[in-house]
């Protein structure tokens, strides 16, 4: 197959990548290398993804990415320095090679972010996605992957969110851009049958994490003796889910996908297991063998009390099972961590 990825270089993309090259697929992957945190982190992730050595000497941004389209350029893989906000610029890469799917990763990724910049999350995640969207019909793509998030059930106070639930009150500007791709998604479906699956991804770890979210953050805080933030009084909880779990999850949505003509899907990917912030920590700080300095903090805007996924629809519909435990997880990731040295 050939596989169209944006985001390609970031947490959940390069993961990605690396299982559907390993698998004997070809990839291209449009990335813009966005300063949300550092594009070294990136470029890392890249070079990881297609299995070269890490070992890179940086100079300046445009330079070091350039070297990287050379360097990692091969028969099945082509990374392209992209803007999806950028019609006319995808245009040219749609224009030059065959693509059977588009997995849909790229976006303004964090929810407390998204409250002090909501015009760049509209620009990223609904206009760039509905540029990929224009750029399907114009080019006969009929199979679409798209990355949502558990954050659109908002402060739903069910025991485990359901996709049928209703998603009208999302409570970040991060969550209603999401929540608008799964509505806009549904417009290029409906007019030009275009097959397409949502996947509401609950809070991703493991190795190559952002190094924006929680578990990264604290595992960085502990290991340097610096405050960790403590948001709340530790009850807020998650869904977590282990990287190689989602991309088990992607890669059995992209079957469906594949083999089914003009459907439309919303399904959770969870890990089966929610775990409290106070909980989280303790589990860190365990692996690590080394206690945090908490600093209490009141809770934030925008951060929901608590994630639960029903994965019921995954099971059934996909096979999904997630198989890696919270604390496993926590290990692996810590592993990595510390292995990759800052
Ligand atoms: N990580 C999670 O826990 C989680 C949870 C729910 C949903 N998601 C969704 O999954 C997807 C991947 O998340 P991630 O954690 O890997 O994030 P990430 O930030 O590591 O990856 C996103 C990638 O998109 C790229 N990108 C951003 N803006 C772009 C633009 N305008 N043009 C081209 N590329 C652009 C970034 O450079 C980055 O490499 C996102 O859509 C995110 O909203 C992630």
Same mark, same amino acid.
């Given at each position: 197959?050939?596989?169209?990825?944006?985001?390609?270089?970031?947490?959940?993309?390069?993961?990605?990548?690396?299982?559907?090259?390993?698998?004997?697929?070809?990839?291209?992957?449009?990335?813009?290398?966005?300063?949300?945190?550092?594009?070294?982190?990136?470029?890392?992730?890249?070079?990881?993804?297609?299995?070269?050595?890490?070992?890179?000497?940086?100079?300046?941004?445009?330079?070091?990415?350039?070297?990287?389209?050379?360097?990692?350029?091969?028969?099945?893989?082509?990374?392209?320095?992209?803007?999806?906000?950028?019609?006319? $610029? !995808?245009?040219?890469?749609?224009?030059?090679?065959?693509?059977?799917?588009?997995?849909? !990763?790229?976006?303004?990724?964090?929810?407390?972010?998204?409250?002090?910049?909501?015009?760049?999350?509209?620009?990223?995640?609904?206009?760039?996605?509905?540029?990929?969207?224009? !750029?399907?019909?114009?080019?006969?793509?009929?199979?679409?992957?798209?990355?949502?998030?558990?954050?659109?059930?908002?402060?739903?106070?069910?025991?485990?969110?359901?996709?049928?639930?209703?998603?009208?009150?999302?409570?970040?500007?991060?969550?209603?851009?999401?929540?608008?791709?799964?509505?806009?998604?549904?417009?290029?479906?409906?007019?030009?049958?275009?097959?397409?699956?949502?996947?509401?991804?609950?809070?991703?770890? $493991?190795?190559?994490?952002?190094?924006?979210?929680?578990?990264?953050?604290?595992?960085?805080?502990?290991?340097?003796?610096?405050?960790?933030?403590?948001? $709340?009084?530790?009850?807020?909880?998650?869904?977590?889910?282990?990287?190689?779990?989602?991309?088990?999850?992607?890669?059995?949505?992209?079957?469906?996908?594949?083999?089914?003509?003009?459907?439309?899907?919303?399904?959770?990917?969870?890990?089966?297991?929610?775990?409290?912030?106070?909980?989280?920590?303790?589990?860190?700080?365990?692996?690590?063998?080394?206690?945090?300095?908490?600093?209490?903090?009141?809770?934030?805007?925008?951060?929901?009390?608590?994630?639960?996924?029903?994965?019921?629809?995954?099971?059934?519909?996909?096979?999904?099972?997630?198989?890696?435990?919270?604390?496993?997880?926590?290990?692996?990731?810590?592993?990595?961590?510390?292995?990759?040295?800052?």
């Amino acid at each position: 197959m050939n596989y169209l990825i944006t985001g390609g270089s970031g947490f959940i993309g390069s993961h990605l990548v690396e299982r559907l090259l390993s698998s004997g697929h070809s990839v291209i992957n449009i990335d813009n290398f966005d300063d949300f945190y550092d594009y070294k982190i990136k470029v890392r992730n890249t070079l990881e993804s297609v299995k070269l050595p890490t070992e890179f000497s940086f100079r300046e941004k445009e330079h070091d990415i350039q070297k990287l389209i050379f360097e990692t350029s091969s028969k099945d893989y082509q990374l392209y320095y992209q803007d999806i906000r950028d019609k006319n $610029g !995808l245009e040219k890469i749609f224009a030059k090679h065959r693509i059977d799917v588009i997995i849909h !990763l790229a976006a303004l990724a964090g929810v407390r972010p998204s409250i002090e910049r909501p015009l760049d999350y509209e620009a990223v995640n609904i206009k760039g996605t509905m540029n990929l969207w224009e !750029l399907a019909r114009e080019h006969g793509i009929l199979k679409f992957l798209n990355a949502s998030s558990s954050s659109v059930y908002g402060n739903s106070d069910k025991i485990s969110f359901s996709e049928d639930d209703s998603v009208d009150q999302p409570i970040s500007p991060y969550a209603a851009t999401k929540k608008c791709t799964e509505i806009l998604g549904h417009v290029y479906h409906h007019l030009y049958k275009i097959s397409m699956v949502h996947l509401r991804f609950f809070t991703v770890f $493991g190795p190559r994490q952002r190094p924006d979210l929680a578990i990264h953050k604290f595992t960085q805080n502990i290991t340097e003796n610096t405050p960790l933030p403590f948001y $709340g009084d530790g009850s807020t909880a998650r869904d977590y889910t282990f990287i190689d779990d989602i991309i088990e999850g992607i890669v059995k949505a992209l079957h469906l996908v594949e083999t089914h003509e003009n459907i439309y899907e919303i399904i959770n990917l969870g890990g089966d297991e929610v775990v409290t912030l106070e909980e989280m920590v303790a589990v860190i700080e365990e692996t690590l063998e080394k206690k945090a300095h908490k600093k209490m903090l009141p809770m934030q805007p925008g951060d929901v009390q608590k994630t639960a996924a029903d994965i019921t629809k995954a099971r059934t519909l996909l096979g999904y099972l997630p198989a890696t435990h919270f604390k496993t997880g926590i290990k692996k990731f810590v592993e990595w961590f510390l292995k990759k040295g800052s």
